[in-house]
């Protein structure tokens, strides 16, 4: 068996190929030095352990020994987990992206031996197909244009670094006030996505569909701070439409990567831990909003999800699990696209008994011939991906039978079907914790113990919050790691690993109102201005300047399947600023905002979460300062009205007793005018730091939220 350099490496993508016969580096100085003492070019390979064609790609030519041959002569070949260097990712897609117009994983890029990009592209086949040259040709090709042209690709790719950098540069700004950035910035978001809506099955894009919750929290805010009804009903449209499809898991909840199809119902089976944080996150904000169980319900189904199979012995949160599992057990290392989520009918109804069965297969739309009409690569033949074709009341009436006798029927069927299915082969566990994926997912767990009052919920929030200040911060020097596995931590921490993390401590304070949640995220956000910020044009690299192998440090502001880390820094200060007073904080918010503000103004729809962040910004956030005993239970009923409501843009306090008070009051000095009313809890709600009358009656207490 081959055994390469990655073989000492902790990432999992990396170790599912140390035994490949390509002689693959980790990146890192002992490559950097091979490529240069042999002149030769450096083949970089970018992806993930869940990434279903960066497995395709492994399969076909980095196990095949004559293409091994090639890539060892002629190149050093490096392999990159971006999920743990998404610095070096971000470089190298936004080259692929300018010169392909496209990008994705797994991502080729083929560099100088001092790291200059000169050719790029994604999957390539083993042999010309799909309208792509093959892998063995495209290296040769490579090999002989370095061996005759090498001058014009150093010249080449010094030129395109020049661009790349040019093109990212962000002109110097006198803050956003002074560049224009208002409401209308807002309303032009609002309208671009209005535009792009599927009025016929929801979401934002026709096909392949992905959930793109930041869009969901641009529109739920917008809702929020206009009235606007559409920008709600595109919201709850797109949420529960979601939920019906084959995206989301019927037995096992949570959600997975994206729909192939329009409707939502054929799905990329691999499930990410930052989808199930902020799909969440979505579900519970709706449920605010509508008071409609049915979205609590699907957030509790995440939760459930992520805890029963994501969770670390440790109290971290793992990141993936694999779209491709084994198909029979007998073949381990035959796997197939959502193997271990499809059902043939029979396997129903052997698990599920009469009638139940036979309820179970209506419900969720199982065919004796498979459901799966448009299946290009024969991996759903005769099997079924559960969806709800019919509600359990449809259920009921079409068997004629009484409602709760077939609720109680399918639920056991659920139950029975989730067992069998616990007995398959898994699909595979990408066990690493990251840190800013840990973060969103504190956060939607701290939300989710307050609003659906699960105090299990709020446990685990506060548990992986310790883990991570535990294991992955340091208090001596501030500095804050990314990837924590088997025992190890390790790369020191990125801007999104700071915002994230500082973000979760801010929602973990506003559930629970310990008082060391904010001194951290505000030591997080201290020293992400230190590591990260651009103090004379604004906003924040995504990576440190002390890299001396990273060739462009970037300012990425892009909401995509995550927030940006600009998006959540700029966030973070603002409600920071609120909190402690602090005018540099808003200021240098303000300098991130107006750096983007040409962004904001003409592509609004790649910046919905920089849009929830200007929206704060243009507001006049409420500070909500409870004063009253944390676990007393009229200080819980004031809580109950706060986060049965949703009020985006506030910051809250709780005063509950003289070490709280000395705090707050040192930040801002009017919280020491604050006292409990008649002995009973007590809310100030206040803008601008003038407050309303005071209440301590809960309903109260709601009628100054409306």
């Known amino acids: 068996m081959h055994t390469n350099h990655l073989a000492k490496e902790k990432s999992p993508y990396l170790l599912q190929h140390a035994h490949n016969p390509v002689d693959w580096y980790p990146w890192g100085p002992e490559a950097f030095d091979k490529a240069r003492r042999e002149n030769k070019p450096v083949f970089l390979s970018i992806g993930y352990s869940t990434c279903h064609w960066c497995h395709v790609m492994e399969r076909e030519s980095f196990e095949n020994e004559q293409i091994a041959g090639i890539l060892n002569r002629h190149f050093v070949s490096i392999k990159v987990d971006r999920e743990e260097r998404p610095d070096v990712d971000r470089v190298y897609m936004t080259f692929v992206q300018v010169t392909t117009g496209?990008?994705?994983?797994?991502?080729?890029?083929?560099?100088?031996?001092?790291?200059?990009?000169?050719?790029?592209?994604?999957?390539?086949?083993?042999?010309?197909?799909?309208?792509?040259?093959?892998?063995?040709?495209?290296?040769?090709?490579?090999?002989?244009?370095?061996?005759?042209?090498?001058?014009?690709?150093?010249?080449?790719?010094?030129?395109?670094?020049?661009?790349?950098?040019?093109?990212?540069?962000?002109?110097?700004?006198?803050?956003?006030?002074?560049?224009?950035?208002?409401?209308?910035?807002?309303?032009?978001?609002?309208?671009?996505?209005?535009?792009?809506?599927?009025?016929?099955?929801?979401?934002?894009?026709?096909?392949?569909?992905?959930?793109?919750?930041?869009?969901?929290?641009?529109?739920?805010?917008?809702?929020?701070?206009?009235?606007?009804?559409?920008?709600?009903?595109?919201?709850?449209?797109?949420?529960?439409?979601?939920?019906?499809?084959?995206?989301?898991?019927?037995?096992?909840?949570?959600?997975?990567?994206?729909?192939?199809?329009?409707?939502?119902?054929?799905?990329?089976?691999?499930?990410?831990?930052?989808?199930?944080?902020?799909?969440?996150?979505?579900?519970?904000?709706?449920?605010?909003?509508?008071?409609?169980?049915?979205?609590?319900?699907?957030?509790?189904?995440?939760?459930?999800?992520?805890?029963?199979?994501?969770?670390?012995?440790?109290?971290?949160?793992?990141?993936?699990?694999d779209a491709d599992s084994v198909i029979d057990p007998a073949q381990p290392t035959v796997k197939g696209e959502g193997a271990f989520y499809i059902w043939k009918q029979s396997e129903v109804e052997i698990a599920a008994g009469v009638p139940a069965a036979e309820w179970f297969c209506y419900r969720y739309g199982v065919e004796e011939h498979g459901n799966v009409q448009e299946d290009p690569h024969h991996e759903f033949a005769g099997r079924n991906i559960l969806y709800q074709a019919h509600s359990a009341e449809e259920t009921a009436r079409h068997f004629q039978r009484p409602l709760e006798e077939v609720r109680a029927g399918l639920a056991l069927a659920e139950q029975k079907l989730l067992a069998a299915r616990s007995r398959r082969v898994r699909p595979h566990l990408d066990d690493k914790v990251l840190t800013a994926w840990n973060g969103l997912m504190i956060s939607a767990l701290a939300k989710g113990g307050a609003i659906l009052r699960e105090p299990r919920y709020l446990e685990a929030a506060r548990r992986a919050a310790n883990f991570l200040a535990s294991r992955m911060y340091q208090a001596e020097t501030g500095m804050l790691l990314r990837r924590y596995r088997q025992g190890e931590a390790a790369i020191p921490g990125f801007l999104d690993d700071y915002a994230f993390f500082a973000q979760a401590l801010l929602d973990l304070y506003e559930a629970e109102f310990e008082p060391e949640h904010l001194r951290l995220a505000l030591r997080l956000m201290e020293q992400a201005r230190d590591l990260f910020e651009d103090r004379v044009q604004g906003a924040f690299f995504s990576s440190r300047a002390d890299d001396p192998d990273l060739i462009l440090r970037i300012k990425e502001d892009y909401d995509g399947a995550e927030p940006s880390g600009n998006s959540i820094a700029v966030l973070n200060l603002l409600r920071l600023a609120q909190i402690t007073g602090r005018a540099d904080l808003r200021e240098s918010a303000e300098k991130a905002l107006g750096a983007f503000a040409s962004r904001i103004q003409h592509a609004p729809v790649g910046v919905p979460q920089m849009l929830v962040a200007l929206a704060f910004y243009l507001s006049k956030p409420r500070q909500i300062i409870l004063v009253g005993a944390r676990e007393a239970a009229d200080t819980r009923a004031l809580l109950g009205q706060l986060n049965g409501r949703f009020v985006p843009e506030r910051i809250v306090l709780l005063v509950d007793g003289e070490p709280s008070r000395r705090l707050f009051a040192g930040w801002l000095p009017v919280v020491d005018t604050m006292r409990a009313l008649d002995g009973k809890a007590t809310a100030y709600v206040c803008e601008d730091y003038t407050c309303k009358l005071p209440a301590n009656n809960p309903e109260k207490f709601g009628e100054l939220l409306q």
């Open 102 to 321: 496209g990008g994705g994983w797994p991502m080729s890029v083929w560099l100088t031996p001092d790291l200059k990009p000169f050719f790029g592209g994604t999957y390539f086949p083993p042999e010309d197909r799909y309208g792509r040259a093959g892998f063995p040709q495209m290296l040769e090709r490579i090999h002989e244009a370095w061996e005759q042209q090498q001058a014009r690709i150093l010249e080449s790719s010094a030129d395109i670094i020049a661009q790349l950098r040019k093109q990212m540069e962000v002109e110097p700004s006198g803050g956003a006030a002074l560049l224009g950035l208002d409401p209308v910035a807002l309303d032009n978001g609002f309208q671009v996505f209005r535009r792009t809506f599927d009025t016929e099955h929801a979401g934002f894009s026709e096909a392949p569909k992905f959930p793109r919750p930041v869009a969901l929290n641009f529109l739920l805010r917008f809702h929020a701070r206009t009235g606007n009804p559409e920008a709600l009903e595109m919201v709850l449209a797109t949420l529960r439409e979601m939920a019906k499809g084959g995206m989301h898991d019927q037995l096992g909840g949570g959600f997975h990567r994206y729909s192939v199809d329009r409707r939502w119902f054929v799905p990329h089976f691999e499930k990410m831990l930052y989808d199930q944080a902020q799909l969440a996150t979505s579900y519970l904000e709706a449920f605010q909003i509508t008071g409609d169980q049915g979205y609590a319900e699907t957030a509790r189904r995440i939760f459930d999800y992520v805890l029963r199979d994501m969770l670390d012995p440790d109290g971290g949160f793992y990141s993936a699990e």
